[in-house]
């Protein structure tokens, strides 16, 4: 019995801890916008460089050093 003597003033301030973290998520602004992020995975990227019409071209063609006959 007298080893709860040290375990609830532990646990109580294990307790206090994990509150204080979660009072300062909530003042940080963690949870403003729950939806945003989940929107944003299914979003496409548009950051993506549009392809080149002429390199396209070129790469079809193929090496221009070869002779065609």
Excluded: N
Excluded at 18 to 36: E, I, P, R, V
């Amino acid at each position: 019995m007298e080893v709860l003597v040290y375990l609830i003033p532990i646990a109580l301030g294990m307790g206090a801890i994990g509150l204080g973290a979660f009072l300062w998520t909530l003042k940080s602004g963690q949870y403003d916008d729950l939806d945003g992020a989940a929107q944003r995975i299914l979003m496409e990227d548009d950051d993506r460089p549009l392809p080149d019409p002429e390199r396209a071209q070129a790469e079809a063609d193929g090496p221009e050093d070869v002779h065609k006959s």
